[in-house]
């Protein structure tokens, strides 16, 4: 008798066991006849539709790779960006790809692992032209340099004139007054520090011509900083790396119209103007119209990619990333091999490929 029980009690936890492993594969063949209502907006390069249709993109050709991997059949239903969220919780669809996770979304919705991360970027011209260094010279910073550079020589002009106009009449003293001697100074002090050197004018006292060398030493130092300055000043951004959001004050700026570059200028109080579309806005840049616009790096260089007329160049900035992932439905069972299938696809050789189909980082891009 004893021995009957124990015999059913190792019994009980194998057929509670078995049965577990019988319900979950039971479960795996029932989603695999599930179609999965996948919802989609246009959204290039991530969502494109064509006249016809269909679609294609980086976030559509992921989901294609996850589905074969999951093995679940699914419908591509386009709806409205502004609906995506609700979409899940109305189950007018179990999946969406979703263009930005955000704090707020999370609270009613579950997302996927983070497939692809979008930085900022600006969008400016490659040269310059006449009209557009014409009004670099009206920049304040060009004349704040200036003025700075003429204070210095001033100083430095005054000081020879007042050493040099006792012992030096033909250069700096004789019948000159106190003003056009030091305009004197002035004049010697600029070829000086700019090496030209005429020869016109020069020092000839012990305490003029140690002035005049450390003047030199100073001057060369000074106008390799200067130089850099105003070649900034005059060329704007296209010498030099553009800071933000400081530079952006002092440049003539453009945004979509309700997009998240938008959102950030006017967060941090830049000046700027909108447009209804990027391909506008860039457009717009490249006629010189505006000075750059501030949009997603890989947006805006699958659109130049797609546009042989816009010679633009693109600079990433870190600020206001974006983080792209599928959204499902809270405590939806298909989340776990979501993930799994997504972490298979984007660690692969294959989805580099695909990134670098949809937005190449060609140099000077």
Not at 73 to 97: G, H, P, T
């Amino acid at each position: 008798m004893m021995l009957k029980k124990a015999f059913l009690l190792f019994l009980l936890p194998v057929s509670l066991f078995s049965k577990n492993i019988f319900a979950q594969a039971d479960s795996l063949s029932n989603n695999q006849n599930i179609k999965l209502m996948v919802g989609v907006y246009s959204q290039p390069p991530y969502m494109i539709a064509d006249d016809k249709g269909n679609w294609d993109g980086i976030s559509i050709r992921l989901w294609r790779a996850v589905a074969d991997r999951m093995d679940v059949n699914y419908e591509l239903k386009e709806i409205s960006r502004e609906a995506a969220v609700n979409a899940l919780l109305q189950k007018e669809a179990d999946i969406v790809l979703l263009e930005d996770v955000t704090a707020a979304a999370e609270e009613k919705i579950d997302f996927s692992h983070i497939y692809h991360k979008a930085s900022m970027g600006i969008a400016s011209s490659r040269g310059m032209t006449l009209s557009s260094i014409a009004k670099a010279f009206f920049n304040q910073r060009f004349w704040y340099i200036a003025a700075m550079l003429s204070i210095l020589l001033l100083i430095v002009g005054s000081i020879i004139y007042f050493i040099e106009r006792s012992s030096n009449e033909e250069s700096f003293g004789g019948e000159r007054s106190v003003v056009r001697g030091i305009g004197s100074g002035f004049w010697w002090a600029g070829v000086t520090m700019t090496t030209i050197g005429y020869g016109d004018k020069s020092p000839v006292t012990f305490w003029g011509r140690a002035v005049a060398l450390i003047w030199m030493l100073v001057a060369m130092a000074v106008t390799a900083v200067l130089t850099a300055s105003l070649v900034s000043a005059v060329m704007g951004n296209s010498a030099s790396k553009i800071a933000v959001p400081g530079d952006l004050r002092e440049m003539d700026m453009l945004a979509v119209e309700g997009s998240f570059a938008a959102d950030y200028l006017q967060q941090e109080r830049v000046a700027f103007k909108k447009s209804k579309d990027l391909p506008e806005a860039m457009k717009a840049v490249r006629d010189h119209k505006a000075d750059a616009v501030l949009n997603s790096v890989p947006v805006m260089r699958f659109t130049i990619n797609n546009d042989p007329d816009l010679a633009l160049k693109v600079q990433p900035v870190n600020i206001d990333p974006h983080y792209y992932a599928f959204g499902i439905r809270q405590g939806d069972s298909l989340r776990e091999p979501l993930n799994r299938a997504i972490l298979a696809v984007i660690n692969s050789a294959l989805w580099q490929q695909e990134l670098d189909r949809y937005v190449p980082e060609k140099r000077g891009r």
